[in-house]
């Protein structure tokens, strides 16, 4: 019988590709928190967590796996979370649960929240990571969101202390590497700030994630918005480059901006376009290319670079050759959930499905752009 419920502080976000991560929340919210296209957070106020809070929650979630692997003991499992105990769990300790699943997955990977970790002092930092590793031997890869701004007041020696401890990768969103873009968003920083702090995390053998926002620089910026970001990141050479596909909220302030036509959103056949031009502009880099998210219109635009640069061009090539109507009804069968590639449109019980949402668009007349961008919303 477990005496009390062990819960411990987690933020609201995570990259998807930290989906099976155990989330240790360092810092609240955003210390900047101006971004235009960015909903999150912009009623709460940022704030450091103390060592003290962190240790706590990292002696809660040890208390939690010890509880855990009792109940794998208990059932007949000597010890190992296999589904079976996870679905326990879920069911007996839904407090335990989140603990449950990371073990689940080999209790592998840690991701520290919130946006912009790094702003703890670099001593705690260490701290907090080498107490990890030391409490739990299954970890081999600890990963955070950081501003570049904030890894501009680090040196490299720091990251070199940072990696030593346990921390193997730092997620970045550059969103753009157009100063314009930038400036117009209040990103806060410019071109020569990304490169420059990106450098430095790469010169300390860090991994690197940067991400772009598809459509960011809207139908003015479409152009400079593509050419500088390839610029900026082939420059900067890091190890993954993942694109998001821009969706503006309500709660985004970027919305009054659309809807008083200040800023006009692109359709999906002109992203389209403005990844193809991206894409080829990424030169002289070694990077890997996620579309990683189900906001992007093309999930399998992902590969290696240099060597899968035509594969991935290809496929674009392949959707902007579609005929027009055929390419809303990819994007519209994409978007409900029908398709995930082109060769989905192969398969006649899908597109039947399709087809049924097309004439109900059309009998309420709307267009599939304007359906899709409500659709959108959804997904952030």
Same mark, same amino acid.
């Given at each position: 019988?477990?005496?009390?419920?062990?819960?411990?502080?987690?933020?609201?976000?995570?990259?998807?590709?930290?989906?099976?991560?155990?989330?240790?929340?360092?810092?609240?919210?955003?210390?900047?928190?101006?971004?235009?296209?960015?909903?999150?957070?912009?009623?709460?106020?940022?704030?450091?967590?103390?060592?003290?809070?962190?240790?706590?929650?990292?002696?809660?979630?040890?208390?939690?796996?010890?509880?855990?692997?009792?109940?794998?003991?208990?059932?007949?499992?000597?010890?190992?979370?296999?589904?079976?105990?996870?679905?326990?769990?879920?069911?007996?300790?839904?407090?335990?649960?989140?603990?449950?699943?990371?073990?689940?997955?080999?209790?592998?990977?840690?991701?520290?929240?919130?946006?912009?970790?790094?702003?703890?002092?670099?001593?705690?930092?260490?701290?907090?990571?080498?107490?990890?590793?030391?409490?739990?031997?299954?970890?081999?890869?600890?990963?955070?969101?950081?501003?570049?701004?904030?890894?501009?007041?680090?040196?490299?020696?720091?990251?070199?202390?940072?990696?030593?401890?346990?921390?193997?990768?730092?997620?970045?969103?550059m969103e753009s590497g157009n100063d314009e873009v930038l400036d117009y968003m209040q990103k806060g920083v410019n071109f020569a700030q990304q490169v420059d702090a990106a450098k430095r995390v790469?010169?300390?053998?860090?991994?690197?994630?940067?991400?772009?926002?598809?459509?960011?620089?809207?139908?003015?910026?479409?152009?400079?918005?593509?050419?500088?970001?390839?610029?900026?990141?082939?420059?900067?050479?890091?190890?993954?480059?993942?694109? /998001? %596909?821009?969706?503006?909220?309500?709660?985004?302030? !970027? *919305?009054?901006? =659309?809807?008083?036509?200040?800023?006009? #959103?692109? &359709?999906?056949?002109?992203?389209?376009?403005?990844?193809?031009?991206?894409?080829?502009?990424?030169?002289?880099?070694?990077?890997?290319?996620?579309?990683?998210?189900?906001?992007?219109?093309?999930?399998?635009?992902?590969?290696?670079?240099?060597?899968?640069?035509?594969?991935?061009?290809?496929?674009?090539?392949?959707?902007?050759?579609?005929?027009?109507?055929?390419?809303?009804?990819?994007?519209?069968?994409?978007?409900?959930?029908?398709? /995930? %590639?082109?060769?989905?449109?192969?398969?006649?019980? !899908? *597109?039947?499905? =399709?087809?049924?949402?097309?004439?109900? #668009?059309? &009998?309420?007349?709307?267009?599939?752009?304007?359906?899709?961008?409500?659709?959108?919303?959804?997904?952030?």
């Amino acid at each position: 019988m477990l005496d009390k419920k062990l819960d411990y502080e987690q933020g609201p976000i995570r990259p998807p590709s930290e989906a099976n991560s155990l989330l240790l929340r360092l810092t609240r919210n955003c210390p900047w928190n101006r971004c235009l296209f960015c909903p999150v957070y912009k009623k709460e106020k940022f704030s450091r967590r103390s060592l003290e809070e962190i240790k706590g929650d990292i002696a809660v979630i040890e208390k939690a796996a010890d509880k855990i692997k009792k109940i794998s003991l208990s059932s007949g499992f000597g010890g190992d979370v296999n589904r079976q105990v996870a679905v326990q769990v879920q069911s007996q300790h839904p407090d335990l649960f989140q603990v449950a699943f990371w073990l689940y997955h080999g209790g592998e990977n840690v991701f520290l929240q919130d946006g912009d970790s790094l702003l703890l002092p670099v001593d705690q930092l260490v701290e907090i990571l080498e107490l990890l590793v030391g409490k739990f031997s299954s970890i081999k890869r600890i990963t955070t969101y950081a501003r570049s701004r904030t890894l501009l007041r680090r040196s490299v020696d720091d990251f070199s202390r940072l990696k030593k401890a346990g921390l193997n990768r730092i997620h970045v969103g550059m969103e753009s590497g157009n100063d314009e873009v930038l400036d117009y968003m209040q990103k806060g920083v410019n071109f020569a700030q990304q490169v420059d702090a990106a450098k430095r995390v790469k010169a300390a053998g860090l991994s690197l994630s940067e991400y772009i926002i598809l459509g960011l620089g809207g139908e003015r910026l479409w152009r400079e918005h593509a050419l500088d970001s390839a610029k900026a990141l082939s420059e900067i050479n890091p190890d993954f480059i993942r694109v /998001r %596909t821009l969706a503006v909220p309500a709660s985004s302030p !970027l *919305n009054e901006k =659309v809807q008083n036509d200040e800023f006009k #959103l692109m &359709s999906d056949d002109d992203i389209v376009r403005e990844e193809k031009l991206f894409i080829e502009n990424l030169q002289g880099i070694e990077s890997f290319f996620y579309s990683d998210h189900i906001l992007n219109l093309l999930e399998d635009v992902n590969g290696r670079l240099p060597e899968d640069k035509q594969k991935m061009l290809a496929v674009i090539d392949r959707y902007l050759c579609l005929p027009a109507e055929e390419r809303e009804r990819f994007c519209l069968g994409r978007r409900t959930g029908y398709y /995930r %590639t082109m060769d989905d449109m192969q398969n006649e019980s !899908l *597109n039947s499905s =399709v087809e049924r949402s097309y004439k109900q #668009l059309q &009998s309420k007349g709307l267009t599939v752009d304007q359906y899709v961008k409500k659709l959108m919303l959804k997904f952030i």
